[in-house]
């Protein structure tokens, strides 16, 4: 058994207990059937149970279903009789004890029941704080065994979340638990975007009394100005690299589309339109840039390269698109899509410019892939409160995330952790 070794995670400012509820709907198109064992030594780790973190995971993807272990408790492969689990493909066993140091350490195995085989044996070990992260670490190796795709489980969200005239940036895992408070304040928090690396986010702040972008690193809470300019700076956006963001600054008269190196210098002008031109986001490559703008009399998406020029429009059918975000790959886009005074969240392809409804329509906004392409996550609304939701990539298996109190706003989702 290989020792993994320590799961790091990001240190935040605050810090609050999980304050959602998950409603998952659909399943994926084939399921894999696999059985999970609660692990040995779990009962007296509460709610923190790490086979229940899994099984959570698992289920939210809709790739898997979940097959009872009806009684059985093996905790190691040798106790494993593999006649006893028909129509079982795979099962993870395992077991948790606490180590010297307030520790905590995990031992999983993942069984493929069909060749009668080890897949992954593994010892995991982190603070008993980070337990969750553990269970969130043993999802993404599973789930990138059994389907050849990078999990996305130890991945971080943020989002605003809105309580009154109080407004708080936030960060939690990718499943809405954990949600600790980034910045809290009594003015609008806007448009929060992850450095490419994951350690810091650009967001707009009205501390000022207008619209001013600011960095903010999310292991030190340190954060510093990079766009105070006349007028409105909104809409940071980093490149692959992160060494520059795209912005939209209204300082020479209309919202027009910025670029401008990671330090705040450098600033260069990208349109020249006489209209609004908004959210831009850079692709995969950097070389272009996504963006909405109401240039053609309504707002639609457009694309124009980082050095400027003409921009092409995407998007031709509802009344409104607008919010893109490239696909990880680059070849397609998401977006959210107005047409007959629904928001729903869409898909385009690039090469054959064919648009997917993805979402049943309501107000969903602010769409955002997972690092692995595999889900979308965005803004819609339950019982009159902004909530989080996803959905997967074909539209197949949906889930909102309804938090107990805010109203949530702005999510995006993070970055692989490096």
């Given at each position: 058994?290989?020792?993994?070794?320590?799961?790091?995670?990001?240190?935040?400012?605050?810090?609050?207990?999980?304050?959602?509820?998950?409603?998952?709907?659909?399943?994926?198109?084939?399921?894999?059937?696999?059985?999970?064992?609660?692990?040995?030594?779990?009962?007296?780790?509460?709610?923190?149970?790490?086979?229940?973190?899994?099984?959570?995971?698992?289920?939210?993807?809709?790739?898997?279903?979940?097959?009872?272990?009806?009684?059985?408790?093996?905790?190691?492969?040798?106790?494993?009789?593999?006649?006893?689990?028909?129509?079982?493909?795979?099962?993870?066993?395992?077991?948790?004890?606490?180590?010297?140091?307030?520790?905590?350490?995990?031992?999983?195995?993942?069984?493929?029941?069909?060749?009668?085989?080890?897949?992954?044996?593994?010892?995991?070990?982190?603070?008993?704080?980070?337990?969750?992260?553990?269970?969130?670490?043993?999802?993404?190796?599973?789930?990138?065994?059994?389907?050849?795709?990078?999990?996305?489980?130890?991945?971080?969200?943020?989002?605003?979340?809105?309580?009154?005239?109080?407004?708080?940036?936030?960060?939690?895992?990718?499943?809405?638990?954990?949600?600790?408070?980034?910045?809290?304040?009594?003015?609008?928090?806007?448009?929060?975007?992850?450095?490419?690396?994951?350690?810091?986010?650009?967001?707009?702040?009205?501390?000022?009394?207008?619209?001013?972008?600011?960095?903010?690193?999310?292991?030190?809470?340190?954060?510093?100005?990079?766009?105070?300019?006349?007028?409105?700076?909104?809409?940071?956006?980093?490149?692959?690299?992160?060494?520059?963001?795209?912005?939209?600054?209204?300082?020479?008269?209309?919202?027009?589309?910025?670029?401008?190196?990671?330090?705040?210098?450098?600033?260069?002008?990208?349109?020249?339109?006489?209209?609004?031109?908004?959210?831009?986001?850079?692709?995969?490559?950097?070389?272009?840039?996504?963006?909405?703008?109401?240039?053609?009399?309504?707002?639609?998406?457009?694309?124009?390269?980082?050095?400027?020029?003409?921009?092409?429009?995407?998007?031709?059918?509802?009344?409104?698109?607008?919010?893109?975000?490239?696909?990880?790959?680059?070849?397609?886009?998401?977006?959210?899509?107005?047409?007959?005074?629904?928001?729903?969240?869409?898909?385009?392809?690039?090469?054959?410019?064919?648009m997917q409804v993805l979402t049943g329509g309501g107000w969903e906004k602010k769409p955002s892939f997972a690092p692995n392409g595999k889900l979308v996550l965005f803004a819609t609304e339950s019982?009159?409160?902004?909530?989080?939701?996803?959905?997967?990539?074909?539209?197949?298996?949906?889930?909102?995330?309804?938090?107990?109190?805010?109203?949530?706003?702005?999510?995006?989702?993070?970055?692989?952790?490096?």
């Amino acid at each position: 058994m290989r020792l993994l070794g320590v799961i790091l995670l990001l240190c935040v400012a605050c810090s609050a207990r999980a304050e959602l509820t998950i409603e998952i709907t659909g399943a994926g198109e084939h399921q894999i059937p696999i059985s999970l064992v609660r692990f040995a030594g779990e009962e007296q780790m509460g709610a923190q149970a790490v086979s229940g973190v899994v099984s959570n995971d698992l289920l939210r993807t809709g790739l898997f279903k979940m097959i009872d272990p009806a009684g059985k408790v093996p905790h190691e492969p040798g106790a494993v009789n593999y006649v006893e689990w028909p129509g079982v493909e795979a099962l993870i066993i395992g077991q948790v004890r606490s180590v010297d140091g307030g520790r905590t350490e995990v031992r999983f195995h993942l069984l493929d029941m069909v060749r009668h085989t080890e897949l992954i044996g593994l010892a995991v070990t982190a603070k008993n704080e980070q337990v969750r992260a553990i269970g969130h670490r043993i999802a993404d190796l599973v789930y990138e065994k059994l389907t050849g795709s990078p999990g996305v489980f130890s991945t971080r969200i943020a989002y605003v979340n809105r309580e009154g005239k109080r407004y708080r940036l936030v960060v939690a895992d990718s499943d809405g638990y954990g949600e600790q408070t980034l910045l809290a304040l009594n003015e609008p928090i806007m448009s929060p975007a992850w450095s490419p690396d994951g350690s810091q986010l650009a967001y707009v702040s009205f501390e000022r009394g207008h619209a001013t972008i600011f960095v903010q690193s999310l292991l030190t809470s340190q954060r510093s100005v990079l766009a105070d300019f006349s007028g409105s700076n909104s809409a940071p956006a980093w490149s692959p690299d992160g060494k520059q963001l795209a912005m939209v600054l209204s300082r020479d008269g209309s919202s027009q589309l910025y670029i401008v190196r990671s330090d705040g210098k450098d600033l260069r002008r990208i349109t020249f339109s006489e209209t609004i031109d908004t959210e831009p986001v850079f692709s995969p490559d950097g070389k272009l840039l996504l963006f909405t703008s109401d240039r053609g009399g309504s707002a639609q998406i457009y694309r124009v390269p980082v050095e400027g020029g003409h921009a092409e429009r995407l998007t031709f059918e509802g009344a409104n698109n607008f919010s893109p975000r490239f696909s990880p790959d680059g070849k397609s886009f998401v977006f959210s899509h107005f047409v007959d005074g629904v928001f729903y969240i869409a898909v385009q392809d690039f090469a054959n410019q064919q648009m997917q409804v993805l979402t049943g329509g309501g107000w969903e906004k602010k769409p955002s892939f997972a690092p692995n392409g595999k889900l979308v996550l965005f803004a819609t609304e339950s019982q009159g409160r902004g909530i989080l939701a996803t959905v997967s990539s074909d539209g197949r298996v949906k889930q909102k995330m309804v938090a107990q109190r805010g109203d949530i706003r702005e999510p995006i989702w993070g970055p692989f952790l490096k």
